[in-house]
């Protein structure tokens, strides 16, 4: 299996979305990988493949099989396990990554209709709009089918900001999570933290515990594969784990493994692709 992550080119589109990310395998044997919550949203377009998706409070599993419907998406995101894919057949994947909360700059359909469909591309754009899914994938240069997409997405943006009180939270989730409270939150907005719970899930479609939760678990994640030398009791402290038993156990509950396991099977992509194989 291929894989290539581009970051999106056009300034001003790089504020909503982060990369587009090409998945290619042409053989069809069997593949499985795992990969980990995190903080974006992955719109995945497919082209002949029929997807199974299970996401529930023990499972998050994709199953990809061959078949005639020409063309699916979905999307893939607030996980609280690791996201299980099984590849059973060639796939040709294309994924969107979109900011926190920059899917509002598109479209307003609620967050639960969207991640139940089949066709998440064309309800979050329209039916209209499927001949850049046909042009898309008759293009193979990876280069013209990111300036493809470009184009796309810039003249379908709807929203050009994301609101001022969300924007803040987000910053200090990512910026100060040393420092991160969800009641001095509130506090230093003038709010009152039903509010904050209110506006952060309407934007981005998980609350902010569990998404902060993602926020640490992936800062502690990048420690782990790139701080070889490090001791696991420095990377609890320096994420702001209560202590070694709380890093450990929140780090298998999102990834699966041990934090030494994760540092001996996990490969390092991208920063945001992160993954353990399985043939």
Known sequence: MQTQVIKVQHPYLSRFIESFIFFSKWDTAPINYTTFPNTNLCLALYADNEITYAKGTFSNVCEINTSRSLYQSRLYGFHEKPFIARLNCTVDQICILFRPAALRAFTNIPYIELVGSENVFEAIFTTTDSWVLEKLFNEFAIHKRVQILEHFLLKKLSFDTLQPRLNAILWMMHERPDNFRIEHAAMGLGINTS?????????????PKTYFKTVRFRKALQHI????????????????YYDQAHFNKEIRDLSGFRPGELRTIAQYAHEQLVWVLRD
């Open 195 to 207: 509010t904050v719970y209110r506006i952060f899930y309407a934007a981005v479609g998980q609350n």
């Open 225 to 240: 594969l790139h701080v070889k030398n490090a001791a696991l009791t420095d990377i609890a402290y320096c994420n702001d």
